[in-house]
């Protein structure tokens, strides 16, 4: 089956094309990863996965979405989240990180707790102060949002020495994979969409000023992470708007000039810019955003990995066997659901005797089937 097969990009091999999407956990303090990450990501491992992302991971502690996000913009990080990336290798599975800035959306609280700003209010009841938030320019992320101070050069240099030097640490962390998080309304969105930059210096403008920070971020990165090792970036490939926003078109374009700063991958998603503008209703939907995985493929010349709503076996294997996309990413089923990789060969037919499943899972597993037929039998009519 397609989606059981190996790929490989730069020198590492996947063992099959089922990724685990990034999912903030907002159980960090400081930025460090603890037992916590380690359970929630190591059970992922078992499952069957063949790539692992922990979730966004802020280059900078300004760059956090809310108080509770993992960090690595000091060397103090390094080692929980080493210890995840050893185990994920351990485990047959290619450890990977994405690293973001939340930029205007920085400050906020976790969502069972509101999805507000973070205030005064929750110095008292958590320990949690807010702080100010950066973005290309002055507009809040949303009605009840206070305006975050619009960034100088300095800002945007420190920015790309935030993303370079985490870049460093994830490689000495362990980990083999690295997506730069660029999609959703996060900081490196923000400065690509044109719904959001109004700069009229070098970083606004036309798509060259408004790209011109991603390009940047991707060259650094280069710069320290190995070059056997693969580099991808989250685009939000639109962001559904009547007018004036990111469209797929410009995705297509902006994949071809990260291809040329040495990015390999790049992950389709969409939407999720806030602001004024209000969006068109998406049509959300299984695969919805696929198109946009082979249109990147197709036109750009370069790998994808579809996301949103995929969580059928059998379509799975359609993207990857049309190729539409390279490998596809999957989230919520999974914290649903941590075996659906394995239960997904099961499916396909891939796995009929649970020779897939570590073996201490398998060889339970299979005493079971076999004690579950003798009952059958013996309860058959004579």
């Known amino acids: 089956m397609a989606l059981f097969s190996p790929f490989t990009l730069r020198g590492v091999t996947f063992p099959n094309r089922i990724a685990v999407s990034p999912m903030s ?35 900078e502690a300004r760059g956090r979405r809310t108080p509770g996000d993992l960090g690595l913009w000091e060397d103090g990080q ?23 800035h939340a930029g205007r959306k920085a400050s ?22 807010p702080w100010l938030a950066i973005a290309p320019i002055s507009e809040p992320y949303g009605e009840v949002w206070p305006a975050p101070r619009r960034m100088t050069s300095d800002d945007i240099g420190d920015v790309r020495v935030g993303f370079r030097d985490a870049a460093a640490r994830a490689w000495e962390a362990g980990f083999r994979f690295l997506e730069v998080y660029a999609a959703h309304g996060f900081l490196l969105h923000q400065f690509y969409s044109p719904a959001c930059n109004t700069r009229d210096d070098d970083y606004g403008g036309d798509f060259a000023g408004r790209t011109r920070l991603l390009l940047e971020v991707a060259s650094d990165i280069r710069s320290v992470w190995p070059d056997q090792l693969p580099l991808s970036f989250r685009l939000s490939a639109t962001d559904w708007l009547e ?59 370069l790998a994808s990995m579809a996301v949103g ?74």
């Open 243 to 301: 007018e004036g926003g990111w469209k797929i078109e410009d995705t297509v374009e902006l994949a071809k000039a990260l291809k040329q700063q040495g990015v390999d991958m790049v992950v389709c998603s969409s939407g999720a810019l806030g602001g004024p503008k209000k969006p068109v209703l998406m049509p959300v939907g299984q695969g919805f955003q696929v198109p946009f995985a082979e249109a990147v493929r197709r036109e750009a010349d």
């Open 108 to 129: 906020e609280r976790r969502p069972w707790h509101g999805e507000t700003p973070v205030t005064e209010e929750d110095i008292e009841l958590r320990g949690e102060a």
């Open 309 to 382: 709503f995929i969580w059928d076996p059998q379509f799975a294997d359609e993207i990857i066997r049309e190729g539409r996309a390279d490998m596809i990413a999957v989230a919520r089923e999974l914290l649903y659901n941590p075996n659906w990789p394995l239960q997904a060969a099961q499916a396909l037919g891939q796995d009929t005797d649970f020779s897939m499943w570590r073996p201490q899972f398998g060889w339970w597993l299979n005493k079971r089937e076999r004690l579950v037929k003798k009952l059958r039998l013996r309860d058959e009519p004579k």
């Open 25 to 59: 956990q907002y159980a960090a303090r400081e930025g460090c990863a603890n037992d916590y990450h380690f359970a929630h990501l190591a059970r992922f491992a078992l499952g069957g996965a063949g790539l692992v992302l922990t979730e966004a991971t802020a280059v």
């Open 78 to 100: 390094i080692e929980g989240l080493a210890r995840i990336a050893q185990f994920l290798e351990q485990e047959g599975v290619v450890p990977g990180i994405q690293l973001g």
